[in-house]
Nanobody
């Protein structure tokens, strides 16, 4: 059974930091492209950051470049999102996402989400 379990969300003041973690199980983690998305009520879910299978390729949404860092540990089957310089507009539910290909069929998985609130 595939599981993505996020943790690390919470309430933080503007300018503060949080580190999100997503523990994966039930699939070959090293072969998956891992991403973090976020969503606020009334808006579409947006891609925040992605990281390739071996961690050498990363991609960031423009508003988080220079503030957020995505990384992965293929031994611990975990992907991280280090968030620094948090702003109120970073407030959202953050979701872990996995994308993999099995026999040429793309399969995706979502975590349950973790709330991040940036407020003074």
């Amino acid at each position: 059974q595939v599981q993505l379990v996020e943790s690390g969300g919470g309430l933080v003041q503007p300018g503060g930091s949080l580190r999100l973690s997503c523990a994966a199980s039930g699939f070959f983690f090293s072969s998956a492209i891992m991403s973090w998305y976020r969503q606020v009520p009334g808006k579409e879910r947006e891609l925040v950051a992605s990281i390739g299978s071996y961690g050498t390729i990363t991609r960031y949404e423009d508003s988080v470049k220079g503030r957020f860092t995505i990384s992965r540990d293929n031994v611990k089957n975990t992907v991280y999102l280090q968030m620094n310089g948090l702003r109120p507009d970073d407030t959202a539910v953050y979701y872990c996402h996995a994308r993999r290909t099995v026999r040429q069929v793309e399969i995706t998985h979502w975590g349950q989400g973790t709330q991040v609130t940036v407020s003074s």
